[in-house]
Structures are given as structure tokens and as C-alpha cells.
């Protein structure tokens, strides 16, 4: 589990960003597209949270913990890390809301402003890379998010081990509803990657309006399963009425017994859980595409 450093006091001093001796920072072995999530997501509440206008620094540095130091600190385990921090200086967060980011759903924005999920999304990708995560933050003064992600040892056969897992690459056009600005862009980056094209939605309510537009060209859906105004399953009732039997891969922050009875079960139906890899969500959508998932049913 990675855990979440205190908040009350820095555990360590700010690092400044090294313009010019970047390659002085140790390698990550991470997925690219993942902490490529990760940072948007960060820049885009921060961005929310300086309703005025402010300053947003991204700062890169080497971390070395020790065993006195986490003596001191039962958060963090010995290692060399390389510390990623996102800085702002917006409204910042009180102990109540710091106690709360990252739950799935939990937003101090309004309803139609987004569901929630950008921050438990970020904790999800830091947890599957080993990694910590620290918040910093204060009322009026703004907040500090700072990523710890291990230094990778690199191995002789690293170079030259084989790619896993190499997708089949696609080139139907598939109608993407993510309600998150930084999922959706990062998303359609995945697809787009991978050769699909990519009619992208903010909400379901615009996915209908897209759908009619371009019913013969649209292959497959790529739905949020929550969405603020229309959720996942009513946009796709919605457009499936139109066209019954089209595919649907709903992703959702939740897994399969925490949404409704039925939920995302039958043939051609899928439910992805948030957060996903590049590898994972053009596997599922090559698999409904092409007749290895209609076995339908949750899947994780």
C-alpha cells in the first residue's frame, strides 16, 4: 500500500526544480502514460484551485531515506527515490478535507464540476508503482503534492528483453464518455496510440447528441460508469436503443458488487476498474471487438 506522508509539517525540505542537470536523476521503471495521468490530474486541481490566478511549479529530485529517518517517520521505508512535487498556490485544504482526497467520489468541487475520482485514480497508479505520496497543504497558503517513486536498479538483459504483452493494433472509431478532463485526454492519448480513432465526450448527454451523428462510423463504447447528469448505464441504454448489441467497456472507480444488480453483465459488456493500464483497456477492447469478450460479467 503506499502511503500517505504527514501533512502538518514538510517531512522534508522543498526541492528545487533542476533545470539543466536532469540527468542527474535517477531512472523510475513506470508506465509512461500512467504518470503522465498522474501529473495531469495534479496540474488540473491545481489549476481549479487558483480561481484567481497563481504560480504552479513542478520540482524533480533525488530522495534517500535511511534508517533514521524512518525511524522518525513509520511512512516511509529505506530507499532511493526520485521525488516528484506539484506546487500551487490556490486556496489549499483544511485537516478535514486532507483526511478525505483521496476517497473515490469524495470532491470539494460542485456536482457538475467532476465525480471525484481524479485523486483516488492518482493514488491507485502510485500504489501499483511502489511508490509514496505526500500532500502538504494549508488554508489560503496553497497545497504540495509530492510523488515518491523507487529508483530502478537496471539489469544487464534489461536493454534487450523483449516488449510483453504487444497489443493488436486497431482502426474502428470508438465513442469515449469520461467526465474527468485529464482521464478523457489521457485516454483518447491511449487509444489514439494504438490506432483507434477517438470521438471523445465530456458527459452523456453529449455522447447521445455524438452517437446520432456518427451512429455508422461508432464501433465501440468506452463509458465512466459514474458521471454526474446522465451516468454510464442510462447513456448507454440511451444509445443501445439506437443500436442493440453495440459493445460497451464501462469503467468505474468501484468494483462490480458496489454498483447496481446487473451492472455491466452480458454479451458484449464489460466493466474495467479505474485505475487501468495502456495494455489492459486496448486488450479489453480488442477482445469485444473481435469475439473473445463476450463472455460479459465484471472483470478487474
Not at 486541481?45 to 529530485?61: F, K, P, Q, S, V
Not at 482502426?171 to 474527468?180: A, F, M, Q, S
Not at 456518427?214 to 439506437?242: C, F, Q, W
Request: with cysteine; hydrophobic share 40%.
Amino acid at each position: 500500500m503506499a502511503p500517505v506522508l504527514g501533512s502538518a509539517q514538510p517531512a522534508y525540505p522543498a526541492c528545487p526544480l533542476n533545470r539543466g542537470n536532469l540527468n542527474q536523476i535517477g531512472n523510475i521503471r513506470a508506465n509512461k502514460v500512467q504518470l503522465e495521468q498522474v501529473l495531469l490530474n495534479l496540474c488540473v486541481n491545481a489549476r481549479d484551485a487558483m480561481t484567481n490566478g497563481g504560480r504552479l511549479t513542478i520540482a524533480l529530485e533525488d530522495i534517500q531515506f535511511d534508517a533514521g529517518f524512518c525511524e522518525t517517520h513509520p511512512w516511509a521505508r529505506p530507499g532511493h527515490y526520485v521525488s516528484m512535487a506539484v506546487t500551487d498556490t490556490g486556496s489549499g485544504m483544511d485537516e478535514p478535507t486532507l483526511a478525505r482526497i483521496f476517497d473515490p467520489f469524495f470532491s470539494t468541487k460542485p456536482k457538475d464540476k467532476g465525480t471525484g475520482l481524479g485523486l483516488s485514480v492518482v493514488y491507485g497508479i502510485i500504489q501499483q508503482h511502489d511508490g509514496l505520496i505526500d500532500v502538504l497543504s494549508e488554508p489560503g497558503v496553497g497545497s504540495t503534492f509530492r510523488i515518491c517513486l523507487p529508483v530502478a536498479v537496471r539489469t544487464e538483459n534489461a536493454a534487450t528483453a523483449p516488449p510483453a504483452n504487444v497489443s493488436r493494433r486497431g482502426n474502428e472509431t470508438i465513442l469515449l464518455v469520461e467526465d474527468e478532463s485529464a482521464v478523457r485526454h489521457l485516454a483518447t492519448k491511449i487509444l489514439e496510440r494504438d490506432g483507434y480513432r477517438v470521438l471523445a465526450a465530456a458527459d452523456g448527454v453529449e455522447a447521445v447528441d455524438l452517437f446520432k451523428r456518427h451512429a455508422k462510423d461508432v464501433a465501440l463504447l468506452m463509458l465512466d460508469a459514474v458521471m454526474p447528469n446522465m451516468g454510464g448505464r442510462e447513456t448507454y441504454e440511451r444509445i443501445s436503443a439506437l443500436r442493440p448489441g453495440i459493445p460497451v467497456l464501462f469503467c468505474s472507480g468501484y468494483s462490480a458488487d458496489v454498483l447496481e444488480p446487473g451492472f455491466a453483465l452480458g454479451p458484449g459488456v464489460q466493466l474495467l476498474q479505474k485505475p487501468y493500464s495502456p495494455e489492459e483497456v486496448c486488450r479489453r477492447i480488442h477482445d469485444l471487438l473481435h469475439g473473445s469478450g463476450d463472455s460479459g460479467g465484471a472483470k478487474t
